[in-house]
T-cell receptor
């Protein structure tokens, strides 16, 4: 059983569309991180959310941390081909040194 | 500032062989962690080293081992390779390795076991 469940697993959309991907858990996380991984590369951190209910914006990307700190969402407005990649959420429980990763949402944005 | 460097980039081995992968962290980072990434399982934690000591270990068999040197560079070794070991092996470094800390990943070593 995955500690962090991400949905959808795959997403294929046209340029200009909006989308939301989700990261859910039954566990409480002290923080959640979102990464984007492009083919042939390692994941790159996009954002860390720490406070329940927190919303962070990074240009066209909006990240939200659930009030209970068990879930998070990533919303992309007007997707562009450059947004193509694997979006991973990761979180550490309590004082753990080890972040757990979800399996990711693979996004393809067609021009 | 140079990023995390992993070598080699690609490896092809046959079953039963062993392999050593190398990771050079960002200068000043003392924590190095290793992950195995496969399409079916996603990123699975292998182990984490801090100041030359293995501090945390994931649920992988003893064939997977690692070490860290005094300059924080790390190596991981897989002995008696199996077909299922084919994966992208990622190394990540951070300052102190706390769970909330930002991880900087290398580009990975793509291992194919034939």
């Amino acid at each position: 059983t995955q500690l962090l469940e991400q949905s959808p697993q795959f997403l294929s959309i046209q340029e200009g569309e909006n989308l939301t991907v989700y990261c859910n858990s039954s566990s409480v996380f002290s923080s959640l991180q979102w990464y984007r991984q492009e083919p042939g590369e390692g994941p790159v951190l996009l954002v860390t959310v720490v406070t329940g209910g927190e919303v962070k914006k990074l240009k066209r990307l909006t990240f939200q941390f659930g009030d209970a700190r068990k879930d998070s969402s990533l919303h992309i407005t007007a997707a562009q081909p450059g947004d193509t990649g694997l979006y991973l959420c990761a979180g550490a429980i309590g004082g753990s040194y080890i972040p757990t990763f979800g399996r990711g949402t693979s996004l393809i944005v067609h021009p | 500032k140079a990023g995390v460097t992993q070598t080699p980039r690609y490896l092809i081995k046959t079953r039963g062989q062993q392999v050593t992968l190398s990771c050079s962290p960002i200068s000043g980072h003392r924590s190095v962690s290793w992950y195995q990434q496969t399409p079916g399982q996603g990123l699975q934690f292998l182990f984490e080293y801090f100041s030359e000591t293995q501090r945390n270990k994931g649920n992988f068999p003893g064939r997977f081992s690692g070490r860290q040197f005094s300059n924080s560079r790390s190596e991981m070794n897989v002995s008696t390779l199996e077909l299922g070991d084919s994966a992208l092996y990622l190394c990540a470094s951070s300052l102190d390795g706390t769970g909330d800390e930002k991880l900087f990943f290398g580009s990975g070593t793509q291992l194919s076991v034939l």
